[in-house]
């Protein structure tokens, strides 16, 4: 019983072994290590691309550059008020509680293409007009 069974199982074996090795060299002519070269570049060319959206906070707004293009998204945040704020982007992350008169930075990750609202999260302080919308485009 566990002979014909080997047979079979050497017979897939080798036949994937015969498929893969011409997959590697068809259409290029070129052997797989060259493709890391192709990998390398990738985290290079998304922390490029992302984009800094320079954003006032203050009683009761939040203001900026609200139009990116689709990909990493940096809020750079200043409060321009007297009391203290911070933002959210709406289902995603918060930045620190920035003190009246400070900066920082709200990293958003990869966004793509449609409209994330930004909201202040103090109390009361949406309510009170600390909304705006975020639209990326293609
Ligand atoms: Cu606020």
């Keep these: 019983m566990s002979r014909p069974k080997l047979v079979l199982v050497l017979f897939v074996l080798t036949s994937c072994a015969f498929g893969c090795a011409a997959g590697a060299y ?4 070129r052997p797989w290590p060259t493709t890391s070269q192709d990998k390398d570049l990738t ?8 984009s800094k959206v320079n ?19 940096i ?3 200043a409060n ?19 003190p009246a008169d400070s900066t920082s930075q709200l990293d958003v990750g990869q966004l793509a293409a449609g409209t994330y609202q930004l909201i202040c999260e103090l109390p009361g302080h949406k309510d009170a007009g600390m909304v705006a919308t975020l639209t990326v485009v293609k």
């Excluded at 068809?26 to 002519?29: A, K, R, V």
């Excluded at 985290?43 to 992302?50: D, L, M, Q, R």
């Design 75 to 77: 809020l750079q945040l």
């Design 43 to 50: 985290p290079e060319a998304a922390s490029v691309a992302s």
């Design 80 to 98: 321009k008020g007297v009391i203290e704020h911070n933002v959210r982007l709406v289902g995603g992350p918060l930045s620190e509680t920035l």
């Design 26 to 29: 068809d259409t290029s002519g």
């Design 55 to 73: 954003l006032d906070l203050g009683e009761f707004f939040i203001e900026g550059d609200l139009l990116v293009p689709a990909g990493g998204v």
